[in-house]
């Protein structure tokens, strides 16, 4: 993947529309659904699609979070799997892309992660999609209004995380919440243990 292709379609489609993806904070799940085929997860209140109008190359599935009374609150999209070296390079390549790309419309990120657990066993420079599979590694980045972000679209936070499935195949996921998640997280978990 060449790194001004990602960052061309990356701005295109972040130009075009309003909020990422075409979404906006508050949306209903008949307006979500306009964007995308979205199906209930086995989450409560999250809806997953294959596709919408408005994707990107890049990512493979997209997930909502819309809450009755709240609307549309977060927006998670996973990347497509990316063939790499066990040292990381490919995916710290895309994942250097994509920051780039969100920098030109959100500006720096406000936090950056890039460490590896304490004590991990996966610490020699090739093991570094082995600790992002075993979850002892985090690569992530975060634009947050909290802390001084200035995030438009009522968005409250975005966030970029590179993960790993296996020594050799990494991918991506792009979140946005806003400014209504906390109250749709709620709601969410409360749902979910209703039947409890």
């Known amino acids: 993947m060449k790194k001004i292709a990602l960052s061309s379609i990356l701005f295109l489609s972040f130009e075009v529309f309003a909020g990422p993806f075409g979404f906006s904070s508050g949306m209903t799940l008949n307006d979500v659904n306009k964007i995308g085929d979205?199906?209930?997860?086995?989450?409560a209140y999250w809806y997953d699609s294959k596709t919408i109008k408005n994707g990107n190359n890049n990512f493979e599935s997209y997930s909502v979070l819309v809450v009755p009374g709240y609307g549309l609150c977060k927006i998670i999209a996973v990347g497509k799997d990316i063939i790499s070296n066990s040292y990381g390079e490919?995916?710290?390549?895309?994942?250097?892309?994509?920051?780039?790309?969100?920098?030109?419309?959100?500006?720096?990120?406000?936090?950056?992660?890039?460490?590896?657990?304490?004590?991990?066993?996966?610490?020699?420079?090739?093991?570094?999609?082995?600790?992002?599979?075993?979850?002892?590694?985090?690569?992530?980045?975060?634009?947050?209004?909290?802390?001084?972000?200035?995030?438009?679209?009522?968005?409250?936070?975005?966030?970029?995380?590179?993960?790993?499935?296996?020594s050799s195949k990494g991918y991506l996921t792009l979140s946005y919440e806003f400014s209504n998640v906390s109250e749709c997280m709620a709601a969410s978990k409360m749902k979910s243990n209703s039947n409890l």
Request: aromatic share 10%; hydrophobic share 35%; glycine share 6%.
């Open 90 to 166: 490919q995916v710290r390549t895309n994942f250097d892309d994509l920051t780039s790309a969100l920098k030109l419309k959100y500006g720096n990120p406000t936090n950056q992660y890039d460490f590896l657990r304490s004590g991990s066993i996966w610490k020699d420079p090739n093991d570094f999609m082995m600790g992002l599979a075993k979850k002892d590694r985090t690569l992530v980045n975060y634009w947050m209004v909290a802390d001084g972000s200035k995030l438009p679209d009522e968005l409250k936070s975005i966030s970029l995380t590179a993960g790993a499935t296996s």
């Open 38 to 43: 979205f199906k209930p997860d086995t989450n």
